[in-house]
């Protein structure tokens, strides 16, 4: 299923999967802009669906590029709309999440879902530096209430130093099955996939579903090691770009939770 959902990004081609042929059309020349206006209008089945110039939006596999919220609907037509002389599909996260969700995810939702909870089994926040002081108390300052409110939530996570595997407690496992469960949707599901790639953590996917925290403190939380580095040494431009593209993703797929409701 990782050749499928990938992490919603430029992979590379498979001809039999659809996800990848998206993937692999975004590599090709931009294609220039042939529109006027991007707008919201009625879909087929109650939704809402993105046209251009009155005509729907068709994903790569023909279906209307439409969801069932008016005002994520609203900002999917934002991203055609702010598009200049080339539509740049890197700078359009809610279309691809979206493509990805109607064109793959409908189709193989099981696999997705267990594609997802396999994360579970090394989940960012069950491992912890052993130095210096200053990591490790950063790190518990801002991991432990979200495994606390696992916990609380029947998934008690073991927790190791560096990087050597632990394995977790299968009523653990079972637990996050359970509330991972009420995030049944395609798009809820890709949505789910995102955050938890991006940030290294199902339970804070999770707990930014349920909303157990506010979006820029999980994000925060996701890059506690990085942030620390950076305090210490210093950042670069380039990586500052790469964090900066994740986090327009992120916040996609924040979108997306928080207008799919359970």
């Known amino acids: 299923m990782r050749d499928i959902l990938g992490d919603l990004d430029l992979g590379d081609a498979k001809p039999s999967d659809p996800v990848r042929e ?48 008016a005002g994520l609907a609203a900002a999917l037509a934002a991203e055609w709309e702010a598009q200049t002389d080339r539509i740049d599909p890197a700078t359009m996260p809610l279309t691809r999440m979206i493509n990805t969700a109607i064109d793959a995810v409908a189709t193989a939702q099981e696999e997705v879902f267990e594609e997802i909870l396999r994360f579970a089994g090394s989940d960012l926040l069950c ?8 990591l490790v108390a950063r790190e518990a300052e801002l991991w432990d209430p979200y495994l606390d409110w696992a ?9 190791a130093e560096g990087i050597v595997h632990v394995e977790q407690p299968p009523e653990a496992i079972r637990a996050i099955a359970v509330l991972l469960r009420r995030y049944a949707t395609p798009l809820q599901l890709t949505a789910l996939h995102a955050v938890t790639v991006l940030t290294g953590s199902l339970i804070l996917a999770l707990a930014l579903a349920e909303g157990q925290g506010e979006p820029s403190e999980i994000w925060d939380a996701a890059h506690v090691d990085e942030d620390f580095n950076i305090a210490q040494w210093g950042g670069d431009a380039e990586a500052a770009a790469r964090r900066a593209k994740r986090l327009t993703d992120f916040q996609a797929a924040t979108l997306i939770l928080s207008t799919v409701k359970v």
């Open 151 to 159: 916990a609380s939530m029947g998934a008690r996570m073991l927790l």
């Open 127 to 134: 491992y912890r530096a052993a130095a210096p002081d200053a």
């Open 22 to 69: 998206i993937q692999a059309g975004m590599k090709k020349a931009l294609p220039k802009r042939f529109y006027k206006q991007a707008a919201v209008l009625p879909g087929n089945d109650s939704g809402f669906v993105v046209a251009l110039d009155g005509k729907p939006v068709r994903t790569p596999s023909g279906q209307e590029l439409g969801v069932s919220d």
